[in-house]
């Protein structure tokens, strides 16, 4: 991936000083709503876990849950039945200013990441990040997929609050099948599908903490080109026919559409993979279950009528789907309708798990004042 990011989200003057409070009070109303209904004899329930799935390139339009009729999301569609949606959720145009927010829960000007390549996707090493936070509270912490905020040690997750990395650590990766892969800093031919392959590892991870707090970290590499999936996944689109076209409509390939959504299915099953184990281990309960994605879709295809895509400031190239589920506190079903962002995830997921953040770099930035 090449394309540098448009120069306006190289500002850190966006002037959104209340989301962090609007999502935190919402999600904290849910929270408190549904703990003064629990056992109070319980007066220290065990720490949750925590589940984080990032989509790389999938467009709010990518889901069944929003109104696309051609593609079936049976899996990420659950965890927003089964907890807390935020309707309005914005990212950044591209992939790695978005991971640099999650990450520290602070805009990416404001850690050094301007880009996507040649460095500017770095962040920068006197920044903390919430792998970070969870790990100084004792939770196990994994990471399995693509990194992209720096490849090379002391860049690399490993350095930055990860026990264990699989995955590909830089923005771009041009193998899908049998891909040479990262494992713990060694590089090794992996076996199938790429994200198969990483989810694979993911279960591993929660199958060997499941007696101690974990924290894991599952960002997909899909449906980011190359245009490549499943032959049994490719199978089922390569001749539908697409009914819902993209905004524009002459921009669209319709080949691309039908491997996108091929690889969106694919990725839902490997979501379905990780739940059913959280299930089996009896995890569910007390697991935090996050799914969102770091951009708009990375071609012209069906999005909800919006204008825009990945690399633009339009709506159709920011606003993502973001879904938040824990069973034992949050609310099956609601919906958060105030505006919320990538910055406001660190600082809910800590609050929610009752973990203290590391780092005392202010997370909501500090007013602007002209001279006289």
């Known amino acids: 991936m090449t394309t540098q990011p448009p120069a306006s989200i190289n500002s850190d003057e966006r002037c959104l000083h209340e989301i962090p ?53 049976p899996h990420i569609d659950g965890i927003a039945r089964g907890g807390v949606t935020l309707d309005r959720f914005f990212v950044c145009p591209v992939c790695a200013p978005t991971r640099a927010e999650f990450l520290t829960g602070r805009y990416h000007p404001r850690g050094g990441v301007r880009g996507v390549s040649t460095g500017q996707e770095r962040l920068d090493l006197d920044e903390r990040t919430v792998a970070e936070a969870f ?151 007390n697991t935090i279950v996050l799914y969102f994605s770091d951009n708009g879709p990375n071609s012209a295809r069906w999005n909800g009528g919006m204008k825009g895509r990945k690399g633009s400031t339009d709506e159709g190239g920011v606003r993502s789907t973001c879904f938040l589920r824990w069973p034992a506190r949050l609310p099956a079903g609601h919906t958060v309708p105030q505006i919320a962002g990538a910055i406001d995830l660190l600082p809910t997921l800590t609050a929610l798990a009752g973990v203290k953040r590391v780092g005392d770099k202010p997370l909501v930035p500090r007013p602007r004042i002209d001279p006289p």
């Open 21 to 73: 409070i609007a999502l935190c009070v919402s999600v904290r109303c849910c929270f408190e709503s549904n703990t003064a209904s629990a056992d109070e004899s319980s007066s220290q329930p065990p720490r949750p876990n925590v589940l984080i799935f990032l989509s790389d390139d999938a467009g709010w339009g990518d889901y069944s849950r929003n109104g696309n009729m051609q593609v079936s999301t």
């Open 135 to 285: 790990h100084a509270a004792g939770y196990a912490t994994g990471a399995f997929g693509k990194w992209h905020n720096g490849s090379q040690w002391p860049y690399h997750p490993m350095a930055r609050g990860f026990d264990e990395y699989f995955g590909h650590a830089s923005g771009h990766w041009g193998e899908y099948f049998d891909a040479p892969l990262e494992e713990n800093g060694r590089m090794i031919r992996s076996r199938g599908y790429i994200v198969d392959a990483c989810t694979d590892r993911a279960i591993d991870f929660i199958e060997r903490n499941n007696s101690k707090p974990f924290f894991c970290y599952v960002p997909f590499t899909t449906p980011h080109s190359p245009w490549a999936a499943p032959a049994a996944n490719w199978k089922q689109f390569k001749d539908k026919p697409i009914t819902q076209h993209a905004t524009v409509t002459n921009q669209e390939n319709i080949d691309e559409t039908r491997c996108a959504l091929a690889m969106i299915e694919n990725q839902d099953a490997n979501v379905g993979r990780v739940l059913a184990m959280l299930d089996k281990l009896k995890l569910t309960d």
